[in-house]
């Protein structure tokens, strides 16, 4: 995949020729192509017509190019952060175009609106959505590829394309005697009127032969080497490298900064201020961090300097009282509930949580008069697009958003913050600049999971049944500032997810949000946004309910599952997996949860052993998921293993805390990931089905830390209504 | 200062200050991208390297420090055979995920193997706990590392 390393130069030099060629021709080209279009997926843009006529490259679609020499390029829309994207979307269009994974380049979709994530609505790799968005699209992609180049053979041969066949980059006669490559034919393809997606057949799900499999990832060897490029390894002809040092406080600016002494570091070139932010220009980053510090910033606050957790913790508690936009409400809950046999409340809170992605945020800009270049890892290019744009004054077309692989994204980078930063940075540097944070930086000045406050009440029959269940939802709203049309009245239907519509029989419910900002905290998603903070309050409060009416956890939660075998079929494969109702030691436990999100069902369970300290071992994880049909299970265990160690990390070490405005987390040393000495093995069951594709990077994530404090819960008996984990409030007594 | 380093075999020659970590002058000054920032604080590990056979964090480590010490980075461990049967293994068990960490990680297992062919769970966890992944790869990293062990 050398190919993968050079894909930035492939598109610089593809664009800039073209670009060159028609100059003045007023024709805008193939991956030069920006701003917004409504030409539909399929559409081959005009600029492909002549790339087609100038170079014989075959290019049916957005996603594939095959050229005379027969190298094929698989244009992947969305971005590789490490959920293997590029490896899974490249098979659904492999399986249909009939050739082999290792026999394709990938190459990453410029900005366009061919390459909209149609479950999002715009361009960005997020919700686990990529599988599900695509699954359809570029099947019909590949098919539609597969048959030009067949009636391409065809035509050639004069026999009915009907007749012929195509296997791995070949098109075989009906005697299989003659054969044409998909480079021989790619000029004689590119000729041929491309027919309408709609008609274009797709090969019958029995006969896949990649779909499925455990195929090997198109980006691994690069990564084992050192090949693989990321933002952070942009390098220039002239390139600058900044350090950065934003205010501490949300709203400050810098008060004094010793440009002398910072300019006298060897390899210093330039100190930028820009009030939120002093930027120090090197020519290395070490040059650049030793002159931040010679600088001895010092700032002013501004109005968010007495920002605390408890007054934030405060505002939650008051605002949660009132009523807020209504999720759902079938039957009479209140009325339930007053006539319930008993019944149960109780308050749930979860902490504001940083991304920590081992790449730092960073951005390079090079910033001329009339264009603006970004090299950045986004999951949101044309956001990004848009913000350069506006802050520079630019036409977008004039901006051009060079994305990278990501080291590691988690909802960080479908923010743009980093590059706006970057951008008024660049601004005051002539040339190309490399702005790269430090790890304090990316931990204090992230977009945090939000803080989230929930009020539960549920009222049981006397067989212990649920007659009555609601949940208010008190937070910070995500959805209202990043895409303000998905909330109506109030309600961010992202922040109820798994909350509104719990997998279980509750005839009465009522389910409200409360958008409570906190004053000088930014939020932002965070993998599995919603549900994971919904998952842990449903399955932790519903476990109390079991608890109350006596019965086992999982047998309870399958008398209210009968309505929905899917999740059933999951709760039961996750509990005989892990062995469920076997003895164990004692203050050893197991915990179980359960979720519909992302379109997929999940069911974990968790087992922990607690000492007497209150230091918690989670010793196992068995975890069964039913995510429809899906493209590399190889690539799904991978998920729950990595999904289900990002959500159990901040179960037991997540929290950003904030005093006088300022973060008190900082590194790794106070913002704690969990290392290889604290893993549990994580088991995975994959439920094979025809069900419509699910997502799966973000359920795991969302769905163990109920599964862990319902453990904690079996082996001491006291439960975890917050988290990170409590271990002091579980020291044994005795 | 200038300061002549020997990187994977061959003298390089770089003037910066002596206290600038080696992590900046491989990235920055000669262009070798593969070893990552991660932390700077030497928490994470991403920056691992080699200096006179012993796994050092680069960017804890002043440039004036290194002296005469071979260094080795994720670009040439694939020459020792503890660094090309780990990166076999890497690929054959489907290791990575982002990859950001793996460079150091692999330099981190390539020092451990070295030391100790056969390692057990414990050796294991000792030597590779100081190298964090976020993307959460480390059951396949311990089974990577036996594969390539043959334990």
Same mark, same amino acid.
Request: charged share 20%.
């Given at each position: 995949?050398?190919?993968?390393?050079?894909?930035?130069?492939?598109?610089?030099?593809?664009?800039?020729?073209?670009?060159?060629?028609?100059?003045?021709?007023?024709?805008?080209?193939?991956?030069?192509?920006?701003?917004?279009?409504?030409?539909?997926?399929?559409?081959?843009?005009?600029?492909?017509?002549?790339?087609?006529?100038?170079?014989?490259?075959?290019? =049916?679609?957005?996603? @594939?190019?095959?050229?005379?020499? !027969?190298?094929?390029?698989?244009?992947? =829309?969305?971005?590789?952060?490490?959920?293997?994207?590029?490896?899974?979307?490249?098979?659904?269009?492999?399986?249909?175009?009939?050739?082999?994974?290792?026999?394709?380049?990938?190459?990453?979709?410029?900005?366009?609106?061919?390459?909209?994530?149609?479950?999002?609505?715009?361009?960005?790799?997020?919700?686990?959505?990529?599988?599900?968005?695509?699954?359809?699209?570029?099947?019909?992609?590949?098919?539609?590829?597969?048959?030009?180049?067949?009636?391409?053979?065809?035509?050639?041969?004069?026999?009915?394309?009907?007749?012929?066949?195509?296997?791995?980059?070949?098109?075989?006669?009906?005697?299989?005697?003659?054969?044409?490559?998909?480079?021989?034919?790619?000029?004689?393809?590119?000729?041929?009127?491309?027919?309408?997606?709609?008609?274009?057949?797709?090969?019958?799900?029995?006969?896949?032969?990649?779909?499925?499999?455990?195929?090997?990832?198109?980006?691994?060897?690069?990564?084992?080497?050192?090949?693989?490029?990321?933002?952070?390894?942009?390098?220039?002809?002239?390139?600058?490298?900044?350090?950065?040092?934003?205010?501490?406080?949300?709203?400050?600016?810098?008060?004094?900064?010793?440009?002398?002494?910072?300019?006298?570091?060897?390899?210093?070139?330039?100190?930028?201020?820009?009030?939120?932010?002093?930027?120090?220009?090197?020519?290395?980053? !070490?040059?650049?961090?030793?002159?931040?510090?010679?600088?001895? @910033?010092?700032?002013?606050?501004?109005?968010?300097?007495?920002?605390?957790?408890?007054?934030?913790?405060?505002?939650?508690?008051?605002?949660?009282?009132?009523?807020?936009?209504?999720?759902?409400?079938?039957?009479?809950?209140?009325?339930?509930?007053?006539?319930?046999?008993?019944?149960?409340?109780?308050?749930?809170?979860?902490?504001?949580?940083?991304?920590?992605?081992?790449?730092?945020?960073?951005?390079?800009?090079?910033?001329?008069?009339?264009?603006?270049?970004?090299?950045?890892?986004?999951?949101? =290019?044309? #956001?990004?697009?848009?913000?350069?744009?506006?802050?520079?004054?630019?036409?977008?077309?004039?901006?051009?958003?060079?994305?990278?692989?990501?080291?590691?994204?988690?909802?960080?980078?479908?923010?743009?913050?980093?590059?706006?930063?970057?951008?008024?940075?660049?601004?005051?540097?002539?040339?190309?600049?490399?702005?790269?944070?430090?790890?304090?930086?990316?931990?204090?000045?992230?977009?945090?999971?939000?803080?989230?406050?929930?009020?539960?009440?549920?009222?049981?029959?006397?067989?212990?049944?649920?007659?009555?269940?609601?949940?208010?939802?008190?937070?910070?709203?995500?959805?209202?500032?990043?895409?303000?049309?998905?909330?109506?009245?109030?309600?961010?239907?992202?922040?109820?997810?798994?909350?509104?519509?719990?997998?279980?029989?509750?005839?009465? @419910?009522?389910?409200?949000?409360?958008?409570?900002?906190?004053? !000088?905290?930014?939020?932002?998603?965070?993998?599995?946004?919603?549900?994971?903070?919904?998952?842990?309050?449903?399955?932790?409060?519903?476990?109390?309910?079991?608890?109350?009416?006596?019965?086992?956890?999982?047998?309870?939660?399958?008398?209210?599952?009968?309505?929905?075998?899917?999740?059933?079929?999951?709760?039961?494969?996750?509990?005989?997996?892990?062995?469920?109702?076997?003895?164990?030691?004692?203050?050893?436990?197991?915990?179980?949860?359960?979720?519909?999100?992302?379109?997929?069902?999940?069911?974990?369970?968790?087992?922990?052993?607690?000492?007497?300290?209150?230091?918690?071992?989670?010793?196992?994880?068995?975890?069964?998921?039913?995510?429809?049909?899906?493209?590399?299970?190889?690539?799904?265990?991978?998920?729950?293993?990595?999904?289900?160690?990002?959500?159990?990390?901040?179960?037991?070490?997540?929290?950003?805390?904030?005093?006088?405005?300022?973060?008190?987390?900082?590194?790794?040393?106070?913002?704690?990931?969990?290392?290889?000495?604290?893993?549990?093995?994580?088991?995975?069951?994959? #439920?094979?089905?025809?069900?419509?594709?699910?997502?799966? !990077?973000?359920?795991?994530?969302? @769905?163990?830390?109920?599964?862990?404090?319902?453990?904690?819960?079996?082996?001491?008996?006291?439960?975890?209504?917050?988290?990170?984990?409590?271990?002091?409030?579980?020291?044994?007594?005795? | 200062?200038?300061?002549?380093?020997?990187?994977?075999?061959?003298?390089?020659?770089?003037?910066?200050?002596?206290?600038?970590?080696?992590?900046?002058?491989? +990235?920055?000054?000669?262009?070798?991208?593969? &070893?990552?920032?991660?932390?700077?604080?030497?928490?994470?590990?991403?920056?691992?390297?080699?200096?006179?056979?012993?796994?050092? +964090? *680069?960017?804890?480590?002043?440039?004036?420090?290194?002296?005469? *010490?071979?260094? &080795?980075?994720?670009?040439?461990?694939?020459?020792?055979?503890?660094?090309?049967?780990?990166?076999?293994?890497?690929?054959?068990?489907?290791?990575?995920?982002?990859?950001?960490?793996? *460079?150091?990680?692999?330099?981190?297992?390539?020092?451990?193997?070295?030391? &100790?062919?056969?390692?057990?769970?414990?050796?294991?966890?000792?030597?590779?706990?100081?190298?964090?992944?976020?993307?959460? &790869?480390?059951?396949?990293?311990?089974?990577?590392?036996?594969?390539?062990?043959?334990?």
């Amino acid at each position: 995949m050398d190919e993968l390393i050079l894909r930035e130069q492939i598109v610089d030099e593809a664009a800039m020729s073209r670009r060159a060629f028609l100059q003045g021709t007023g024709l805008l080209l193939g991956f030069a192509l920006t701003g917004a279009s409504t030409e539909s997926v399929f559409a081959a843009p005009a600029s492909q017509v002549v790339e087609n006529e100038l170079t014989g490259t075959f290019a =049916p679609n957005g996603f @594939i190019r095959i050229n005379p020499t !027969g190298a094929v390029t698989l244009v992947i =829309p969305m971005i590789e952060m490490g959920q293997g994207v590029y490896t899974s979307l490249s098979m659904l269009l492999a399986e249909e175009l009939e050739v082999k994974l290792d026999q394709v380049q990938v190459q990453h979709a410029p900005n366009h609106a061919l390459y909209v994530n149609s479950i999002i609505g715009i361009q960005n790799t997020g919700g686990s959505a990529s599988v599900r968005a695509f699954w359809t699209p570029l099947r019909q992609a590949g098919a539609m590829g597969r048959n030009l180049l067949i009636a391409a053979a065809a035509k050639r041969w004069n026999v009915d394309p009907a007749t012929c066949r195509a296997k791995d980059g070949v098109v075989f006669d009906a005697s299989g005697s003659k054969h044409l490559s998909y480079g021989e034919l790619a000029s004689a393809a590119a000729k041929l009127p491309v027919p309408p997606a709609a008609i274009v057949k797709l090969k019958d799900p029995k006969d896949f032969t990649l779909i499925g499999t455990r195929a090997k990832r198109v980006d691994s060897a690069i990564k084992v080497d050192g090949r693989a490029l990321y933002g952070i390894d942009t390098r220039l002809p002239g390139m600058k490298v900044a350090a950065v040092a934003i205010s501490p406080v949300l709203g400050g600016k810098a008060k004094t900064v010793d440009e002398k002494a910072a300019l006298a570091v060897k390899g210093v070139r330039q100190v930028v201020n820009i009030d939120e932010a002093v930027a120090m220009v090197a020519d290395h980053m !070490g040059a650049a961090k030793k002159g931040l510090e010679a600088a001895a @910033i010092t700032w002013d606050d501004g109005p968010n300097g007495k920002v605390s957790n408890a007054d934030i913790v405060k505002q939650l508690e008051e605002e949660s009282k009132k009523p807020g936009a209504v999720a759902r409400n079938v039957g009479d809950a209140g009325k339930s509930l007053a006539e319930a046999a008993q019944r149960v409340d109780a308050v749930y809170q979860v902490p504001f949580l940083a991304h920590a992605a081992m790449e730092p945020m960073n951005c390079t800009v090079h910033l001329q008069k009339d264009r603006c270049d970004i090299w950045v890892g986004t999951q949101a =290019p044309t #956001i990004t697009q848009s913000l350069v744009a506006e802050l520079t004054g630019l036409p977008k077309d004039a901006v051009t958003i060079h994305n990278h692989l990501i080291g590691g994204g988690f909802g960080r980078r479908l923010e743009a913050d980093g590059t706006v930063l970057a951008v008024k940075i660049a601004k005051h540097v002539d040339g190309p600049v490399k702005v790269i944070w430090s790890r304090e930086e990316d931990i204090q000045h992230d977009m945090y999971r939000p803080y989230y406050l929930d009020r539960l009440s549920a009222g049981l029959d006397a067989a212990g049944k649920p007659v009555a269940w609601t949940h208010r939802i008190a937070g910070s709203s995500v959805m209202a500032r990043y895409y303000p049309p998905y909330v109506k009245d109030g309600l961010d239907p992202d922040a109820v997810e798994a909350a509104a519509e719990p997998p279980y029989a509750l005839p009465n @419910i009522h389910v409200d949000f409360v958008r409570v900002e906190p004053p !000088g905290v930014r939020t932002s998603w965070w993998r599995g946004v919603g549900p994971t903070h919904n998952v842990f309050v449903v399955e932790s409060f519903i476990d109390e309910l079991a608890h109350a009416a006596k019965q086992d956890p999982v047998a309870y939660r399958k008398g209210l599952l009968g309505h929905n075998p899917r999740a059933l079929a999951v709760l039961s494969l996750a509990a005989e997996k892990a062995g469920w109702g076997s003895p164990l030691p004692v203050r050893h436990g197991r915990g179980i949860s359960v979720q519909f999100a992302y379109g997929s069902y999940t069911s974990q369970v968790a087992e922990v052993e607690v000492a007497a300290d209150g230091s918690v071992k989670v010793k196992r994880i068995v975890c069964a998921i039913d995510c429809g049909m899906y493209v590399n299970p190889d690539t799904i265990e991978a998920q729950v293993q990595g999904g289900t160690l990002f959500g159990l990390t901040a179960a037991l070490h997540g929290s950003i805390t904030f005093k006088d405005g300022r973060v008190e987390q900082n590194n790794f040393d106070s913002y704690l990931p969990m290392r290889i000495d604290e893993v549990p093995v994580v088991e995975t069951h994959l #439920i094979k089905n025809a069900e419509a594709p699910g997502g799966v !990077g973000e359920a795991p994530t969302a @769905i163990v830390g109920a599964a862990v404090t319902n453990a904690i819960f079996a082996a001491t008996g006291k439960r975890l209504r917050s988290l990170p984990i409590d271990t002091n409030s579980l020291k044994s007594s005795s | 200062m200038a300061f002549t380093l020997k990187i994977n075999g061959t003298p390089h020659e770089v003037d910066v200050d002596g206290d600038i970590p080696l992590l900046w002058v491989l +990235r920055d000054v000669l262009g070798m991208t593969g &070893t990552k920032f991660g932390c700077g604080q030497a928490l994470c590990g991403a920056c691992t390297v080699h200096v006179g056979g012993q796994p050092v +964090r *680069s960017c804890q480590t002043p440039v004036d420090s290194v002296g005469d *010490s071979a260094v &080795t980075t994720i670009e040439a461990i694939g020459q020792a055979p503890q660094g090309a049967a780990l990166q076999k293994a890497w690929l054959e068990l489907e290791v990575v995920q982002c990859g950001y960490c793996q *460079s150091g990680q692999i330099m981190s297992a390539a020092a451990l193997l070295k030391d &100790t062919p056969k390692p057990t769970d414990n050796d294991i966890d000792a030597a590779m706990s100081g190298n964090v992944c976020r993307c959460g &790869t480390y059951q396949r990293i311990r089974a990577a590392i036996k594969h390539a062990a043959g334990v």
